[in-house]
């Protein structure tokens, strides 16, 4: 069958062309197996015609797989060879389909040009993969829906529930903006260069954050101090963050926490309200 995807020998082709040699401070694993860039745009389970944003185009892989299936796809990069070349890439490939590239940082984005996109898939890299996800739910509501490749703890704690062992600030602050859940492995042996750690794919589906009185970055800085201090009961944990452990047991007691309990059983919503029955407000 011919396809417009990137397999290993085009891959490796392209990357000596354009002398590209992956960084591990960029995070830089390349996909060059079509049949798991074709799963990850069938599991994304995007709308006809969709808008995607993805972060972190590297060659292509994944794009060409995006607009490949119809999607428009504004794409972000920030390593500037890679950004030069994949209008190029994508014009051989995939003629006449929608892309726009950003060279830029996902971490510090200026507004994007052109439409807004409604999802975000991507194959992230992964030193920087939680920071970008919860930048980019914070600073584009127009996404809705997001599929991303993390590392595989990194996937398990983006997804874990209240209770789990590896709940944790990252499991809170995307509940804040989206229900998440796992959607999948993906084997090593489909990067180019093999990463040492194993890949999981995270479903992200927006939807309102908790009501409270509390802003955003009080709830998540209410978090912040539960988790600084896991093992410890909120009443200790949070004794810096009310003023004392008995200022932070009357905040507990107002938000209906049982102050012995321990920042990991609480859910996004009891963050909200405990957030707004800080002292300090
Ligand atoms: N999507 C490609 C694929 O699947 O083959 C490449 C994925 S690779 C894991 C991560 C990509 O993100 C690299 O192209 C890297 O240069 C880029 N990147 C790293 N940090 C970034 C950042 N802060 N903002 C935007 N792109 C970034």
Redesign the pocket.
Known sequence: MTTALLGPAEIRALADRLGVRPTKT??????HDPNTIRRIVRTADLAPGERVL??????G???LGLLEAGHPVTA????PV?AAALPQTVAERVPAADLTVVL????RLDPLPGPPPTALV?????N?AVP?VLNLLAALPSLQRGLVMVQAEVAERLAAPPGSKVYGVPSVKAAWHAATTRAGAVPRMVFWPVPNVDSGLVRLVRRDPPATTATRDEVFAAVDAAFAQRRKTLRAALAGWAGSAAAAEDALRAAGIDPSARGETLDVTAFARLAAHRPSR
Do not use: H, K, R, W
């Open positions: 960029l995070g830089q694993n390349f996909l993805e972060v972190g185009p590297g060659l892989s994944l794009t972000v990069e920030i390593d890679l830029g940082d996902a971490l991507a194959n992230l890299p992964y920087v970008v």
